[in-house]
């Protein structure tokens, strides 16, 4: 099952941001353990880089490179070169985010522009250049990364972060209707409270730099009393992805440990 041999996955936002398993990262790797052809990129290279490396070490092919998915030029590049190299997209992983601090009255509009810029049309940008070959292949899986921030309080601040993550996921639902009938996929997941190697630049932003402490309130807001990891969100990136879930499009699997439902 979840068999992607013969296929090409483009990742966006392939690396992390330190040592670890964050969620583009997992998704890369898994990918590639089953049989995906990787290509991923990242805004720093070295982070893709090191995304490649633990590929290629244990024996399956990628490639890697820069990439601003803001700048439509930039994505547009990504996209030919993966299909000059693999010839085909198979799949698309949108997994490029920020998240900054603030409500409407403190957060500066450049702040409020670039959570939309970032997390919006890096979606966007990466959509438009790779659907096109999707349609010249008779279809394709589409999966973006959100956030239960976009469906829910989760008890920080980032009024900007959260309106950018329900955007993305109604412009994933609006978009997967239109491309239905081309046997295109889109569809989201949706993370909760994860400690992947964005934790310690969280804690930073939301808690002062108490980290331990703001592990523990963020383990208590689950109903299972523990946070995800960056392979909750790579396997069900990898669901989405392969054949199996071929009759879904158009919705999101919340990944969460239960928090959205007891919050509703």
């Keep these: 099952m979840l068999d992607l041999k013969n296929k090409v996955a483009l990742v966006m936002g392939c690396g992390a941001v330190a040592e670890g398993w964050g969620n583009g990262r997992a998704t890369a790797v898994l990918f590639a353990r089953q049989g995906a052809k990787v290509f991923g990129t990242d805004l720093k290279l070295a982070a893709a880089q090191a995304t490649l490396d633990i590929i290629e070490a244990e024996g399956h092919e990628g490639v890697v490179q820069a990439c601003d998915a803001t700048r439509s030029d930039q994505v547009a590049q990504a996209v030919a070169d993966c299909i000059a190299r693999f ?3 198979d799949i698309l992983v949108n997994n ?3 998240s900054q601090p603030g409500g409407p009255v403190d957060m500066d509009e450049d702040v409020w522009d670039a959570q939309f810029q970032v997390n919006v049309k890096g979606a966007f940008l ?3 250049h ?10 394709g899986s589409i999966v973006s990364i959100s956030s239960v921030a976009g469906l829910r309080y989760v008890g920080k601040p980032q009024v900007g972060y959260a309106a950018a993550k329900a955007a993305l996921m109604h412009f994933t639902r609006t978009s997967a209707v239109i491309h239905a009938p081309e046997r295109i996929r889109m569809n989201c997941v ?3 409270l994860m400690h992947t ?3 310690e630049g969280l804690a930073a932003k939301y808690a002062q730099g108490d980290a331990v402490g703001f592990a523990a309130h963020r383990d208590n807001q689950v109903p299972m ?3 995800g990891t960056g392979w909750d969100t790579a396997h069900a990136t990898l669901f989405l992805a392969a054949d199996e879930s071929r009759y879904i499009t158009g919705t999101e699997i919340v990944v969460d440990g239960g928090l959205v439902a007891a919050t509703r």
């Design 126 to 128: 990466a959509c438009k």
């Design 130 to 139: 790779v659907i096109p070959h999707m349609q010249r292949q008779g279809g």
């Design 87 to 89: 010839g085909r997209i």
């Design 197 to 199: 190697p964005l934790f």
């Design 190 to 192: 949706v993370p909760g």
């Design 96 to 98: 490029v985010g920020v």
């Design 225 to 227: 009393k523990h946070m």
